[in-house]
Nanobody, 126 residues
C-alpha cells in the first residue's frame, strides 16, 4: 500500500553534507511513522532516525544525534534526512521505511517497519 523511493545519495568528503529524500506514494502518508536505516558492507541493518506521522516527535541513534536531522513534509508525501558533518563510518546504503502509526504506541518502540524503499548509497571519503 506504500511505495517508497529514496534519492540524494552520493559521494562526499568527510565533514561534508548530504540531504536524502524519500518520496512515498499513497493517500495516507501522515498515518505512517517514517524511519531511516542504514546497512554498511558486512554488517546488519541499523536504525538511524525516525519521525512520527504528524512530525511532532523524532528519535535518533546516538551515533548520528546532533549531526543528522529527520523531517517530513506531509503535503509532499516526503521524508528527509539532512546529514551534516559526515564521517567515513557513515558510509552505507540508506533505506527509508514506513510503519502504520496504529501498530506502535510511539516512534521509540521496536515494532518492525512494514514497507521499505530500495536504498540509496552514501559514501564518505576520508
Amino acid at each position: 500500500q506504500v511505495q517508497l523511493v529514496e534519492s540524494g545519495g552520493g559521494l562526499v568528503q568527510a565533514g561534508g553534507s548530504l540531504r536524502l529524500s524519500c518520496a512515498a506514494s499513497g493517500r495516507t502518508f501522515s498515518s505512517y511513522d517514517m524511519g531511516w536505516f542504514r546497512q554498511a558492507p558486512g554488517k546488519e541493518r541499523d536504525f538511524v532516525a525516525a519521525i512520527s506521522g504528524s512530525g511532532g516527535s523524532t528519535n535518533y541513534d546516538g551515533s548520528v544525534k546532533g549531526r543528522f536531522t529527520i523531517s517530513r513534509d506531509n503535503g509532499k508525501n516526503t521524508v528527509y534526512l539532512q546529514m551534516n558533518s559526515l564521517k567515513p563510518e557513515d558510509t552505507a546504503v540508506y533505506y527509508c521505511a514506513a510503519r502504520s502509526v496504529s501498530k506502535s504506541p510511539s516512534i521509540y518502540s521496536s515494532v518492525p517497519y512494514d514497507y521499505w524503499g530500495q536504498g540509496t548509497q552514501v559514501t564518505v571519503s576520508s
